[in-house]
């Protein structure tokens, strides 16, 4: 029986690690900006994830632009910071009507320094988060938003 229930536990692990919960992404990615070892895991997780959807890919995208924030070379903050704007971008061109990637794109140009340039969109997304959020079905990102756009 101990057997079974480790061996149950070692499934559960290897399935919950290459398909990480998009509940979890999405509580983790507000948290992810103090939280450097949190960052850390999520963008290891996403990137090793076998879903490949667009919104997987935008939240990979906005946690690589979060560790920007994290790493001390200024090398390494501008590339890991184009790397996830690219993955942002790439995830938009896949589903431009998509909610959540805009919500995602919105957050990250809101909070970047305007020296980077990625502050191209704001309007564009604050204006299309107002007219289709009521389209969310997850209240925890629905609050998210409301939050984000005062």
């Not at 998009?22 to 999520?42: E, G, P």
């Not at 305007?114 to 309007?123: D, E, P, V």
Request: hydrophobic share 40%.
């Amino acid at each position: 029986m101990k057997v079974f229930i480790s061996l149950l536990l070692v499934f559960m692990m290897l399935v919950s690690y290459n398909n990480p919960d998009i509940n979890l992404v999405r509580t983790n990615y507000s948290i992810a900006v103090q939280d450097k070892n949190l960052c850390k895991r999520m963008i290891e997780e996403l990137e090793q994830s076998k879903e490949k959807s667009a919104v997987y890919l935008a939240y990979l995208g906005g946690y690589q632009t979060i560790w920007a924030h994290h790493v001390f070379s200024p090398m390494s903050k501008f590339s890991t910071f184009k790397k996830g704007k690219k993955n942002i971008e790439l995830a938009i061109s896949k589903e431009p009507e998509n909610v959540e990637i805009r919500y995602i794109r919105f957050s990250v140009q809101k909070n970047s320094p305007s020296f980077l340039g990625y502050n191209n969109n704001l309007k564009e997304d604050k204006d299309f988060l107002v007219k289709n959020k009521k389209n969310i079905n997850s209240d925890f990102l629905q609050k998210n938003i409301e939050t984000l756009l005062k």
